[in-house]
């Protein structure tokens, strides 16, 4: 099973909006509604910022939001701001031989410009 | 607060077992809404999921990793462990311990350099 696809960089603008885009199969993000989003700042562990494709946990801004269509999820961020600059990661549920686990993205660089 | 701490050798011998305890405190690793959970990271790339376990016992591994890693859970003392043998070079990486709920992982370790050389 192959990781989820993800672009290796982005980057926008402060008060800008981007999007990362997670592209999968119907295996995993075509079928299943456990999509999630996490933000890893540098020598941090990461942190959950979206789940079940577009629920936010308590107490991460509302400048981030999920979705997602077909076989590919993605994250926006609208309203850049620098504390925002740090490696996102999807992932998601798959069952493959009848074995359920989770798969994840190979992760995306934000950059705030 | 629930906290999650990872515990271990932090450098094992080629062909060696790896061996880690993640121990839960702030809430119960007996709760019937989630999993607990094993993803690892090498250095300087991206997370990979090993795999999760249920306060039962029950277990789910990445297909790629299964015949070489245990997952195993000690209830009494809110703790679950890894065993991955025959290790190499590759699976030199930070280890993280997690909370799992819906395949999604809402609180994490604060990770642990695990390091395979001779």
């Known amino acids: 099973q192959s990781a989820l696809t993800q672009p290796a960089s982005v980057s926008g603008s402060p008060g800008q909006s981007i999007t990362i885009s997670c592209t999968g199969t119907?295996?995993?993000?075509?079928?299943?509604?456990?999509v999630s989003w996490y933000q890893q700042r540098p020598g941090k562990a990461p942190q959950l910022m979206i789940y079940?494709?577009?629920n936010r946990p308590s107490g991460i801004s509302n400048r981030f939001s999920g979705s997602k269509s077909g076989n590919t999820a993605s994250l926006t961020i609208t309203g850049l701001q620098a504390e925002d600059e740090a490696d996102y990661y999807c992932s998601s549920h798959t069952i493959v031989n009848t074995l359920p686990y989770v798969i994840f993205g190979g992760g995306t660089k934000l950059t705030v410009l | 607060q629930l906290q999650l701490q990872e515990s271990g050798p932090g450098l094992v011998t080629p062909s060696e077992t790896l061996s880690l305890t993640c121990t839960v405190s702030?809430?119960?690793?007996?709760?019937?809404?989630?999993?607990w959970a094993w993803v690892r990271q090498p250095p300087g790339k991206g997370l990979e999921w090993i795999g999760s376990i249920y306060y039962s016992g029950k277990t789910y591994y990445k297909p790629s990793l299964q015949s070489r890693v245990t997952i195993t859970v000690d209830t009494s003392k809110n703790q679950f462990s890894l065993k991955m043998i025959s290790v190499t070079a590759a699976d030199t990486a930070i280890y993280y311990c997690?909370?799992?709920?819906?395949?999604?992982?809402?609180?994490w370790g604060q990770g642990t350099l695990v390091t395979v050389s001779s």
């Open positions: 079940e494709v577009s």
């Open positions: 997690t909370r799992e709920e819906n395949s999604s992982s809402d609180s």
């Open positions: 119907s295996s995993d993000i075509g079928t299943y509604k456990y």
């Open positions: 702030g809430g119960s690793i007996s709760s019937s809404s989630h999993h």
